[in-house]
């Protein structure tokens, strides 16, 4: 005859079942606190986004180039450049010579300097011109092709930098000094 012997009942540990339970909520909590804290940031950043576009204008007798943040932040201006023919330049107005000379007579210009900053929604008329129609559209044709690229980079409050070139932003790894 085989008596079988019973087996013991296992008796359940409460506190080990309410520790376990502890360190799993606590483990979630700090998983969702670090989400959180992520979505946060990039919140954050986005809040302060700017982005520069070029714009042009042009009126009976008159004409205009220049940079417009149409970002949600302030642009503070890094470097600015122009590129022609394998050739920088960097400000407009030497730009402007070497497309059309030394002869500034209706011609304006306006430079920035680095770390300039330029609010949401404001901009700048870095090159504007009061001549007739037929010299304005020689100076439209040149200034406007694929010939000349306006180059500029910017940061946001954060130091985030973009890069705008040949009308393309970029987001950049690092901010030049």
Known sequence: MDEKTPVPKRKVNVSLLIGIAAIFLSASALLVSI????????????SVWPYIQATFMF???YYSFG???KGVGPAIIKDLEYAYIGTNYDNTKKMYAALFGESYSGVGFTETNKNYVIKSGEGIEMLSVNLP???INGIITLWESDAVNLIITY???????????????????SCPD
Do not use: F
Not at 155 to 173: A, E, P
């Open 35 to 46: 989400i959180q804290t992520t979505i946060l940031k990039e919140q954050q950043q986005a």
């Open 133 to 135: 129609d037929s010299l």
């Open 67 to 69: 940079i417009e943040n």
């Open 59 to 61: 009126t009976k007798g």
């Open 155 to 173: 940061s946001d409050v954060y130091g985030n930098c973009w890069k705008l070139d040949n009308g393309v932003t970029t987001r950049l790894s």
